[in-house]
Protein backbone atom coordinates (compact mmCIF):
# COMPACT_ATOMS: atom_id res chain seq x y z
CA UNK A 1 0.00 0.00 0.00
CA UNK A 2 1.43 3.76 -1.04
CA UNK A 3 0.57 6.75 0.06
CA UNK A 4 0.16 10.15 -1.56
CA UNK A 5 3.42 11.05 0.06
CA UNK A 6 4.97 8.03 -1.41
CA UNK A 7 3.83 8.71 -5.17
CA UNK A 8 4.98 12.45 -4.77
CA UNK A 9 8.63 10.88 -3.41
CA UNK A 10 8.92 8.34 -5.88
CA UNK A 11 7.69 10.94 -8.72
CA UNK A 12 10.23 13.86 -7.73
CA UNK A 13 13.02 11.83 -7.29
CA UNK A 14 12.92 11.20 -11.00
CA UNK A 15 14.89 13.64 -13.52
CA UNK A 16 14.16 17.45 -13.91
CA UNK A 17 10.74 16.88 -12.54
CA UNK A 18 8.80 19.21 -11.00
CA UNK A 19 5.60 19.34 -8.98
CA UNK A 20 3.03 22.08 -9.49
CA UNK A 21 -1.07 22.39 -9.26
CA UNK A 22 -3.18 21.88 -11.96
CA UNK A 23 -6.86 22.64 -11.26
CA UNK A 24 -5.94 22.35 -7.37
CA UNK A 25 -4.29 19.18 -7.16
CA UNK A 26 -0.67 18.66 -7.50
CA UNK A 27 1.01 17.20 -10.82
CA UNK A 28 4.49 16.41 -11.68
CA UNK A 29 6.39 17.66 -15.02
CA UNK A 30 9.58 17.15 -17.00
CA UNK A 31 10.19 19.69 -20.09
CA UNK A 32 6.74 21.65 -18.76
CA UNK A 33 4.90 18.14 -19.75
CA UNK A 34 2.65 16.89 -16.81
CA UNK A 35 3.27 12.97 -16.96
CA UNK A 36 1.32 12.19 -13.95
CA UNK A 37 -0.78 13.66 -10.59
CA UNK A 38 -2.59 13.13 -7.54
CA UNK A 39 -6.34 13.15 -7.43
CA UNK A 40 -7.90 15.27 -4.71
CA UNK A 41 -8.71 12.60 -2.80
CA UNK A 42 -4.78 11.75 -2.71
CA UNK A 43 -5.80 8.00 -2.49
CA UNK A 44 -5.43 7.22 -6.33
CA UNK A 45 -2.61 8.94 -9.03
CA UNK A 46 -2.64 8.94 -12.72
CA UNK A 47 0.09 8.14 -14.64
CA UNK A 48 0.18 9.00 -18.47
CA UNK A 49 1.35 6.02 -20.26
CA UNK A 50 0.79 4.90 -23.81
CA UNK A 51 -2.43 2.42 -24.51
CA UNK A 52 -0.20 -0.57 -24.49
CA UNK A 53 1.89 0.40 -21.73
CA UNK A 54 -1.82 0.87 -20.24
CA UNK A 55 -3.16 -2.39 -20.99
CA UNK A 56 0.26 -4.38 -19.83
CA UNK A 57 -0.18 -2.93 -16.48
CA UNK A 58 -3.63 -3.35 -16.12
CA UNK A 59 -3.19 -6.96 -17.54
CA UNK A 60 -0.35 -7.64 -14.55
CA UNK A 61 -1.99 -5.24 -11.60
CA UNK A 62 -5.59 -5.47 -12.32
CA UNK A 63 -6.53 -4.24 -9.13
CA UNK A 64 -4.25 -1.27 -8.84
CA UNK A 65 -4.81 -0.02 -12.71
CA UNK A 66 -7.47 1.78 -14.55
CA UNK A 67 -8.03 4.06 -17.58
CA UNK A 68 -8.94 7.24 -16.68
CA UNK A 69 -12.69 8.37 -17.74
CA UNK A 70 -13.43 8.91 -21.11
CA UNK A 71 -11.00 9.77 -23.82
CA UNK A 72 -8.38 10.78 -21.44
CA UNK A 73 -8.56 7.10 -20.47
CA UNK A 74 -8.45 5.85 -24.45
CA UNK A 75 -5.58 7.75 -24.74
CA UNK A 76 -3.39 6.11 -21.90
CA UNK A 77 -4.08 8.24 -18.96
CA UNK A 78 -4.23 5.45 -15.92
CA UNK A 79 -5.60 5.38 -12.23
CA UNK A 80 -3.28 4.12 -10.36
CA UNK A 81 -5.12 3.08 -6.98
CA UNK A 82 -2.56 3.73 -4.05
CA UNK A 83 -3.79 1.07 -1.34
CA UNK A 84 -3.23 -1.81 -4.04
CA UNK A 85 0.40 -0.86 -5.46
CA UNK A 86 3.33 -1.50 -3.76
CA UNK A 87 6.46 0.69 -4.17
CA UNK A 88 8.60 -0.93 -7.27
CA UNK A 89 5.16 -1.01 -9.37
CA UNK A 90 4.97 2.72 -8.42
CA UNK A 91 8.00 3.25 -9.29
CA UNK A 92 8.06 1.48 -12.49
CA UNK A 93 4.53 3.33 -14.20
CA UNK A 94 5.63 6.21 -12.87
CA UNK A 95 9.90 5.71 -14.56
CA UNK A 96 8.06 4.93 -17.92
CA UNK A 97 5.28 7.80 -17.53
CA UNK A 98 8.24 10.46 -17.14
CA UNK A 99 10.11 8.10 -20.37
CA UNK A 100 7.19 9.07 -22.46
CA UNK A 101 8.02 12.82 -21.89
CA UNK A 102 11.71 12.03 -23.79
CA UNK A 103 10.27 9.48 -26.52
CA UNK A 104 6.53 11.11 -26.94
CA UNK A 105 4.35 8.88 -28.64
CA UNK A 106 3.73 9.61 -32.37
CA UNK A 107 0.09 10.99 -33.10
CA UNK A 108 -2.45 9.56 -35.06
CA UNK A 109 -2.80 10.59 -38.76
CA UNK A 110 -6.35 12.74 -39.27
CA UNK A 111 -8.82 10.95 -41.26
CA UNK A 112 -9.50 12.36 -44.27
CA UNK A 113 -13.31 13.71 -44.24
CA UNK A 114 -13.61 12.95 -47.94
CA UNK A 115 -14.78 9.69 -49.58
CA UNK A 116 -12.18 8.32 -52.77
CA UNK A 117 -15.43 8.67 -54.81
CA UNK A 118 -16.10 12.07 -53.84
CA UNK A 119 -12.62 13.21 -54.08
CA UNK A 120 -12.47 11.99 -57.91
CA UNK A 121 -15.91 13.04 -58.79
CA UNK A 122 -14.29 16.79 -57.61
CA UNK A 123 -11.07 16.77 -60.02
CA UNK A 124 -13.55 15.54 -63.08
Known sequence: MQTANDFRRIALALRDTTEK???????????????ASLHHSMERGMVKLTPDQQ????????????????????????????????????????????RNIDRPAPRPRARRTRSAATATKRRV
Open 55 to 98: REFMRAHPHAFTPEAGAWGRQGCTRVLLAHVDAETLGEALTIAR
Open 21 to 35: AHHGHPDFRAEGRIF
